[in-house]
């Protein structure tokens, strides 16, 4: 069963639009949930995760994302996109807090047009 | 405060061979774990080490191994490789005891097999 799903695959937006980046979970107990993002042959980084406090959660680089529970969803979000924002981004959980292994989502890659 | 350091970046070996990943925790880490990244696709969960003891396991077959050494560097072997095992192999580190599941990855080795 997919813990995780990223909806599209990829997404473009042009220089200054909003990005919109969404991820959904399954989970019958409360997750912690994370964003990661990686530039080419590069490993990954994390821009911000979600472990119970906060259903606002802030990050770096401009990033935030918001944990609805009632839609399983945990989308990213960014007012202003900048050309260095251009990456694949990966939405990942924790379902199982004493293994703590994180499973990922298959990404969804960034483009930003000028 | 180092990273997570991994070496070779790259490697290209041939079907049936072995090979050996090597990993350096981020200073102050204890416990580290494996990643499958295969090409256009998120990281999956190999193993996860603490104590220098196998605590986790994803779906993958026992061909793939691991160590961990009293300064919590890490190994990933491979047995008798398969043209799938091509990927980029991502190892993270953390420490076990804080709630904050802070993850460090490092860069990857990019093996191919041929």
């Known amino acids: 069963a997919q813990s995780v799903t990223q909806l599209g695959s990829h997404v473009s937006v042009s220089e200054g639009a909003l990005v919109l980046l969404r991820c959904n979970y399954s989970?019958?107990?409360?997750?912690?949930l994370f964003w990661y993002v990686q530039y080419p042959n590069q490993g990954l980084q994390l821009l911000l995760k979600?472990?119970?406090?906060?259903?606002l959660v802030k990050g770096i680089n401009g990033f935030e994302a918001e944990f609805k529970k009632s839609e399983t969803s945990f989308h990213l979000t960014k007012p202003s996109a900048h050309m260095r924002d251009a990456a694949e981004y990966f939405c990942?959980?924790?379902?199982?807090?004493?293994?703590?292994?994180?499973?990922f989502g298959s990404g969804t890659r960034l483009q930003v047009q000028p | 405060e180092t990273g997570v350091t991994q070496s070779p970046t790259h490697l290209i070996k041939t079907r049936g061979q072995q090979v050996t990943l090597r990993c350096s925790s981020q200073?102050?880490?204890?416990?580290v774990s494996w990643y499958q990244q295969a090409l256009g696709q998120g990281p999956q969960f190999i193993f996860q080490?603490?104590?220098?003891?196998?605590?986790g396991r994803g779906n993958f077959p026992p061909r793939f191994s691991g160590l961990q050494f009293p300064n919590y560097s890490s190994e990933l072997n491979v047995n008798a490789l398969e043209l799938d095992d091509s990927a980029l192999y991502l190892c993270?580190?953390?420490?076990?005891?804080?709630?904050?599941?802070?993850?460090?990855f490092g860069s990857g080795t990019r093996l191919t097999v041929v």
């Open positions: 200073s102050g880490h204890n416990t």
């Open positions: 080490y603490y104590r220098e003891e196998e605590n």
């Open positions: 989970s019958s107990v409360p997750p912690y």
């Open positions: 993270a580190s953390s420490l076990a005891s804080t709630s904050g599941y802070g993850y460090t």
């Open positions: 979600y472990t119970s406090a906060a259903t």
């Open positions: 990942a959980v924790i379902l199982d807090t004493g293994r703590r292994a994180l499973t």
